[in-house]
């Protein structure tokens, strides 16, 4: 393992692992960018700008839940059936308990109502009401004019390039099973720098 001074040299690390130098360039500037983009996604600031711009009244976790009731296929790709709290709560990965206390916000707002379900009246389904589907339509219109303005400056050529390579290089995570397999010595390596690290580290 390529290792100097307490510091992994990341070029040698890459080029052992038999990838070329200049992908090893693109893998560090990615990951740069990266890194800095998911700062940015996390704060979500153009779904929240459009919430307040919007005077919708409620916040991103509400709103996720109003996305995840309507289920479209390209961000769930499960939106055939009924959906219920618990749809919900699998579909934004988070606890039953908090998916069904904010589907009971919404609601109580009346953005989402409960129903019977066709396929077994024992079970409650959630769907939206019509101002819960407008409100959705309203901020995917406002994130799609911002965006779209945004391309618009772009050549047409590259806009046509970066969308199919957009969704290939969405797949690398599919990816980590078998990277992590691959490289499972280089890994354990790694793995007993840091044990060693911390060793060298306690006190006396």
């Given amino acids: 393992m390529p290792h100097q001074g307490g ?50 009244g409620i ?15 390209a961000q769930f790709g499960d939106s055939e059936g009924e959906t219920m709290v618990a749809t919900v709560a699998e579909r934004l990965g988070i606890d039953p308990s908090r998916a069904s206390r904010v589907v009971s916000e919404m609601v109580e707002a009346g953005y989402a109502r409960r129903a019977v379900s066709q396929a077994d009246a024992r079970r409650t389904i959630i769907e ?12 995917r219109a406002y994130k799609f004019l911002i965006l779209g303005d945004f391309l618009s400056e772009w050549d047409k050529a590259d806009v046509a390039a970066f969308v199919p390579l957009l969704r290939k290089f969405g797949q690398w995570p599919e990816h980590m099973e078998a990277g ?12 007993q720098q840091i044990a060693a690290s911390r060793k060298q580290a306690e006190p006396a």
């Avoid at 916040?59 to 296929?73: G, M, R, S, T, Y």
């Avoid at 819960?132 to 309203?138: D, Y």
């Avoid at 397999?181 to 390596?189: E, N, Q, S, V």
């Fill in 180 to 191: 992590a397999t691959k490289f499972a010595d280089d890994i354990a390596l790694l793995a």
């Fill in 7 to 56: 510091k992994t040299d990341m070029n040698a690390l890459l080029r052992k692992a038999g990838v070329d130098a200049e992908t090893v360039e693109a893998v560090i500037s990615i990951d740069a960018l990266m890194q800095n983009w998911r700062r940015r996604a996390m704060r979500r600031e153009l779904g929240h700008r459009a919430l307040v711009e919007l005077k919708v």
């Fill in 128 to 139: 939206l009401t019509d101002t819960g589907r407008a409100i959705i339509e309203a901020v």
């Fill in 59 to 73: 916040d991103l976790a509400q709103f996720d839940v109003l996305v995840a009731i309507e289920a479209p296929a």
